[in-house]
C-alpha cells in the first residue's frame, strides 16, 4: 500500500498482472497493465495531468481560468477532476450521442458541455473546439490530439514504469486514438529495448462514423508518428466485444470496450509467437473499467445483441 | 483468386453504390488497377500521383494496416479481405442518423 499527499498525487504507478488464462502458452505471456487503477478511472489521468501541469508552468493557467477541450470522455472526466481541484472553470466540446454516465460525471465535477454534432463525430467536436478556441482567445485549449505532454506523460511515467515491472517486454499494444499512449511509450521502450514490437489497435466503428463528405476532411492527430508503431491493427464492435466479455469470463477484468479492441490485437500476436516458436511477454492496456459503457447494452445479451446496440454509439 | 473489398461510403459512386466489391491481384497495387478497370476512378482517389497511399486513406489487409505491411507492394491471397477506411479523429462515435 502507498499513501499520497493528495489524490492527483496518486495519478500513475498502476500494477501490471499477468493474464494466465488467456496467454496461449508458457513461453508466450500476455500482461495486463490496469489503468482503470487511476484516479478517473482511466489511462486519460497521466496526459490530462501532465497537460494541466505543463501549462501552468508555461504561465498559459491560472487560477479562474477557463480550459476548452474536444472530448469523447475519459479526457473530459480526468481534465475535470483536476480543474476541480486547481480551480479552473471547464468547458467541453463533445458530439451530442455520448454516453450518460460521462455527461453525468463531467457535470457531477462542474464541468460544462457544449455538444457538438452527433453527424461528424469527434472531427466535428475539434473542429468546433477551435472555432470557439478563436472566439475566446482568453480560453485555454490543451488539445490533447496535438499536445506533446499527452504523450510525454507517457513517456515519463507509462514507459518506465512498464520497463520496470516487465524488464522482458516483447510486445506493447495500446489502443490509437489521440495516439498519446502510443508514441510517449512507444518512444520510451523503443529506446531501451532493442527489437520490441509496438503494436496499434483503432476501433472500427460504424461505417456511418466514415462517412466523411470527401477524404480531405480525414484527421490524422498531429502527436502521431507512424514511425513509432510496428504494426496496426482495425478491430470492429463484435471482436471488441468478444474480447471484453472474454477477459471478464477468463481473467475476471471488467474493462471498457476499447480495452477489447485491445485484447483482440494482442491475442493476434500472441498467436503469431506460438506459431514462430518465440518466447514474448505481451503488455496491454487496459484503459479503463466497464461502468461507464453499462447503458451502451455492450454487456448484456448476446454478442449480436450487444453489437446492434453499440451501432451508433461510442464505445472507444 | 478472390478478394472482398469493403468500401467506404465515400467511394461508393465508383461501386454503383456497393459495400462490397470483389477483385484480383498478387499484390495491393495489382487488386487497385483490378478494381480500376471495372470502377474507373477508384484508383486515383487511393493513391497520390507520386504513387503513395492518400494521407487521409487508411487501407487493412485482415485486418492489419497496410503501411506497416509494405504499402502497396503488400502482398495478397485467395480469400484475403481488404477494407478501405478514410481517416478520422480517434474517439469518433459513429453517428445516430446518416448524413443527408
Request: hydrophobic letters at 40%.
Amino acid at each position: 500500500m502507498a499513501r499520497y499527499d493528495s489524490l492527483l498525487d496518486s495519478v500513475g504507478g498502476t500494477p501490471v498482472v499477468g493474464l494466465p488464462r488467456l496467454s496461449p502458452s508458457a513461453d508466450v505471456r500476455m500482461w495486463a497493465k490496469l489503468e482503470d487503477r487511476n484516479p478517473t478511472g482511466s489511462v486519460k489521468d497521466r496526459a490530462a495531468y501532465y497537460m494541466i501541469a505543463a501549462a501552468e508552468k508555461e504561465g498559459r493557467l491560472r487560477p479562474g481560468c477557463t480550459v476548452l477541450e474536444p472530448t469523447s470522455g475519459n479526457t473530459g472526466i480526468s481534465l475535470a477532476m483536476i480543474a476541480r481541484l486547481r480551480g479552473y472553470r471547464l468547458v467541453c466540446v463533445m458530439p451530442e450521442n455520448t454516453s450518460i454516465e460521462r455527461r453525468q460525471l463531467l457535470q457531477m465535477y462542474g464541468a460544462e458541455i457544449i455538444d457538438s454534432p452527433a453527424a461528424g463525430g469527434s472531427n466535428q467536436a475539434v473542429a468546433l473546439a477551435k472555432q470557439l478556441a478563436a472566439e475566446h482567445p482568453d480560453w485555454v485549449m490543451l488539445y490533447q490530439y496535438g499536445n506533446p505532454a499527452n504523450a510525454l506523460a507517457h513517456y515519463e511515467t507509462t514507459g518506465p514504469e512498464l520497463l520496470a515491472d516487465l524488464p522482458t517486454i516483447t510486445h506493447f499494444v495500446a489502443g490509437l486514438g489521440t495516439t498519446g499512449t502510443l508514441m510517449g511509450t512507444g518512444r520510451f521502450l523503443r529506446e531501451r529495448v532493442p527489437g520490441i514490437q509496438i503494436v496499434a489497435a483503432e476501433p472500427r466503428y460504424g461505417e456511418l462514423v466514415y462517412g466523411l463528405r470527401n477524404v480531405d476532411e480525414g484527421f490524422i492527430p498531429e502527436l502521431y508518428d507512424d514511425s513509432v508503431l510496428t504494426r496496426r491493427f482495425s478491430v470492429g464492435a463484435r471482436d471488441a466485444l468478444l474480447r471484453t466479455r472474454a477477459l471478464i469470463e477468463e481473467e475476471g477484468i471488467f474493462a471498457g470496450i476499447s480495452t477489447g479492441a485491445i485484447l483482440h490485437a494482442a491475442l493476434g500476436v500472441a498467436a503469431e509467437a506460438v506459431t514462430s516458436g518465440v518466447q514474448a511477454d505481451i503488455a496491454l492496456i487496459v484503459c479503463d473499467g466497464g461502468w461507464k459503457y453499462l447503458s451502451t447494452g455492450a454487456y448484456a445479451g448476446t454478442i449480436a445483441e450487444a453489437e446492434r446496440a453499440l451501432e451508433g454509439q461510442l464505445w472507444a | 483468386m478472390a478478394i472482398d473489398v469493403r468500401v467506404p461510403t465515400i467511394l461508393r459512386s465508383y461501386t454503383g453504390g456497393a459495400k462490397n466489391v470483389e477483385g484480383s491481384g498478387n499484390t495491393l497495387a495489382a487488386l487497385l488497377d483490378d478494381l480500376d478497370s471495372r470502377h474507373s476512378g477508384i484508383r486515383e482517389r487511393l493513391v497520390t500521383e507520386s504513387g503513395d497511399l492518400h494521407r487521409f486513406v487508411n487501407i487493412y489487409v485482415n485486418d492489419e494496416d497496410v503501411r506497416f505491411t509494405g504499402a502497396l507492394d503488400t502482398t495478397l491471397a485467395d480469400g484475403d479481405s481488404v477494407t478501405i477506411l478514410p481517416a478520422v479523429a480517434g474517439g469518433s462515435p459513429p453517428r445516430l442518423t446518416p448524413p443527408r
